[in-house]
């Protein structure tokens, strides 16, 4: 069965700099692309950035380009976030989810996701 555990998540401080890995089991990870999505307090889920499977092209919500950076390390079966010059706006519970940018309504399984806070 497909498995999708979410880690790296923490407290830090505006300016910060946090770096978030997503563990996936239970399907072929290769050639699979592979979407963050993040959830703010309140308030509903949304698309951060997503990676295609093989040759790595990426995509990013405005909000985040130029700050964070997907990647994937496919012998590991892992897809990462780093996020740099992070800001408040930036506090969410973060999840990553097959596909490349599925709509939110259409995914049925969700990992439990690593709470960002970004706070002084």
């Known amino acids: 069965q497909v498995r999708l555990v979410e880690s790296g998540g923490g407290l830090v401080q505006p300016g910060g700099s946090l770096r978030l890995s997503c563990a996936a089991s239970?399907?072929?990870?290769?050639?699979?692309?592979m979407t963050w999505y993040r959830q703010p307090p309140g308030k509903e889920r949304e698309l951060v950035a997503a990676i295609a499977g093989l040759g790595g092209f990426t995509v990013y919500a405005d909000s985040v380009k130029g700050r964070f950076t997907i990647s994937r390390e496919d012998a590991k079966n892992m897809v990462t976030l780093q996020m740099n010059n992070l800001n408040p706006g930036a506090t969410a519970v973060y999840y990553c989810?097959?596909?490349?940018?599925?709509?939110?309504?259409?995914?049925?399984?969700w990992g439990q996701g690593t709470e960002v806070t970004v706070s002084s």
């Open positions: 239970g399907f072929v990870f290769r050639n699979v692309a």
């Open positions: 989810n097959r596909g490349w940018g599925t709509v939110v309504r259409n995914i049925d399984y």
